[in-house]
């Protein structure tokens, strides 16, 4: 019986998916290759790094169980929808952090991990879903993650959509905006095939979720139910609702499947941690009654799921039963005791109710974890941001140690945060909000209102809260800064258009005065950076309307905006 899956590659060999950034352009490029002038005292690269072109996978195990089971299981074997997770997470590398942040309390413990974990009894856990007919597994691994993050703000379970996560990543209505109107233009679109079944994956999914769409309730309108996907053939929502989100994007965590103890606290945290793997029936055991799933090649990953829980000791023998192993095949089993407890989205006659395990030394298991941190959609109003796209790769960072992105305040506002994605991990940064800017050119042209400090721990994309808002008049300019207080490179990512794959097209607009790269004393224009493509750095500000957070102080009667006098911010305006 061969395996029933629809895609499954071997991996590249690993250093030979990315190109050197300063010798490869990307191939779609139409842009002169003439270097930028050079700034002074630095030499700006001319070149975007190269794009790995990655490809649905088209090949399949080369060793196939030579005959059926034994006996015909008893059980229902639920039907496997499928398979379309696309696997970049191997190619984009990234790595453990050397030091926790103190900032990043979840993860920053001395508190012993316990040897077994279930999450199924912590009470962020919310109940299992079921993605057939369609390939959707890495929408329902990140709502997964936004389910449990509404259990642990709001004490109670909501079934948020999965269906308004793809329409909204998959929309090619480049009308679809935020209330700031500075991503208008850009979207991401499936190439020969439909939304439903193009597929995904963790990084481009993090990139869509910053922007604030797809975390919306399905109880809200009956189009964001994924029952009405089924029925219809398709999601189909009125780009009205795209910013319907009851939660917002907050952090995304990318942590390495080898910091085994990093995904565990973060499994304890948050509820759960998005990861994929290579599929096949080969390597399952739910066909002979069992539930445990072990795959000893390295087989490019097809699926999705979200760990949820751990068992040290889960014994070598429960991976006996595989079907492949059964019939003779694969015979290998782990080396080691271990598994993860996985929630799976193909419903509750899935193994134990729709969960299982896999072995720690599943050599299929996905190079990345993902933690999408969420917050309250009220939490702000307001993102300032010219990053609507979701482009990736092994490079997408910026190698300099300041950069900024200028913005023009739509209302009387309090800007509370700002948001950045980074592609290294222990970034010491500090970020600086200027206001009323002299020249829109030079992001440090203006009053300094306020600064922050603080240190990352894993790579991805960072909410940073300010101690101290700045406030900012309608139609003033201001400018978020970000610097390394050390002198290291930032490696902030960007976004661009890249239409070189086989699969989706990644498009973005980036206009000259959005984003800057600061060489020396010297500002560059972002969209200038590169010869061969135009860029936006991801770079964002989160805002609400200042009168909204003010409060009243009957002792003193003034009004009082996060412990700075409001009627000193009013006098701005």
């Not at 034994?70 to 379309?84: M, Q, R």
Request: proline share 5%; hydrophobic share 30%; net charge negative.
């Amino acid at each position: 019986k061969a395996p029933k899956q629809t895609e499954t590659p071997a991996k590249e060999p690993a250093g030979e998916a990315a190109e050197d950034a300063s010798q490869q352009p990307s191939e779609e490029s139409t842009e002169s290759e003439e270097p930028v002038e050079e700034a002074e005292g630095s030499t700006a690269p001319t070149e975007d790094p190269a794009e790995e072109t990655m490809e649905k996978p088209t090949e399949e195990p080369t060793e196939e169980p030579t005959e059926e089971p034994a006996e015909t299981p008893s059980f229902d074997v639920p039907e496997i929808p499928t398979l379309n997770y696309i696997d970049i997470d191997d190619d984009i590398h990234v790595e453990a952090p050397a030091v926790i942040s103190p900032l990043d309390d979840w993860c920053y413990s001395t508190t012993a991990l316990p040897a077994k974990y279930d999450g199924r009894t912590s009470g962020i856990v919310s109940s299992v879903k079921a993605q057939s007919p369609y390939g959707t597994c890495w929408a329902f691994s990140a709502v997964a993650m936004a389910e449990s993050a509404y259990m642990r703000l709001y004490g109670s379970e909501a079934n948020l959509s999965e269906a308004h996560l793809v329409e909204f990543f998959y929309n090619s209505d480049d009308t679809v905006t935020t209330t700031t109107g500075n991503i208008t233009g850009d979207y991401v679109a499936p190439k020969g095939d439909t939304q439903e079944e193009n597929g995904g994956n963790g990084h481009y999914t993090t990139f869509a979720l910053a922007t604030w769409k797809g975390v919306a309730d399905e109880s809200e309108h009956e189009s964001f139910t994924y029952q009405a996907a089924v029925s219809n053939g398709a999601a189909v929502i009125d780009s009205g609702y795209a910013f319907a989100d009851v939660l917002h994007l907050e952090n995304a965590f990318w942590i390495p499947s080898t910091d085994t103890d990093g995904i565990k606290r973060a499994v304890m945290n948050y509820g759960g941690v998005g990861m994929s793997y290579f599929y096949s029936e080969v390597f399952d055991d739910s066909y002979v009654g069992g539930s445990a799933y072990y795959c000893p090649e390295n087989y490019s990953t097809n699926h999705a799921v979200t760990i949820v829980g751990w068992d040290d000791d889960y014994a070598i023998d429960n991976f006996k039963n595989r079907y492949g192993y059964s019939a003779g095949n694969y015979t290998q089993l782990p080396s080691n005791p271990g598994a993860w407890l996985i929630k799976n989205s193909w419903g509750t006659n899935y193994h134990e109710d729709g969960y299982f395990w896999i072995s720690y030394e599943d050599a299929s298991l996905a190079d990345v974890g993902y933690v999408f941190d969420y917050a309250k959609a009220d939490d702000f109003k307001y993102n300032y941001q010219y990053d609507g796209g979701s482009y990736a790769n092994s490079s997408a960072g910026i190698t300099q140690a300041k950069v900024a992105a200028v913005y023009t305040a739509t209302g009387n506002q309090e800007i509370g945060a700002v948001g950045v994605a980074f592609d290294k991990t222990n970034v010491p940064y500090q970020v600086k909000i200027y206001t009323g800017l002299t020249d829109m050119t030079k992001p440090e042209s203006g009053t300094l209102q306020t600064t922050q400090t603080g240190l990352t721990t894993y790579e991805g994309f960072h909410t940073i809260h300010l101690d101290e808002p700045a406030f900012v008049a309608k139609g003033e300019s201001f400018s978020v800064v970000i610097e390394s207080t050390d002198g290291s490179d930032l490696e902030v990512m960007f976004d661009r258009t890249y239409t070189g794959q086989n699969w989706i097209d990644l498009v973005s607009v980036p206009k000259e005065g959005e984003t800057f790269i600061a060489y020396g004393t010297t500002w560059i224009d972002a969209v200038n950076y590169y010869s061969n493509a135009q860029i936006t750095l991801r770079i964002k500000a989160f805002a609400n309307d200042a009168l909204e957070n003010a409060r009243f102080d009957a002792a003193n009667e003034q009004f009082k905006t996060s412990g700075r006098d409001f009627h000193k911010a009013m006098g701005r305006f």
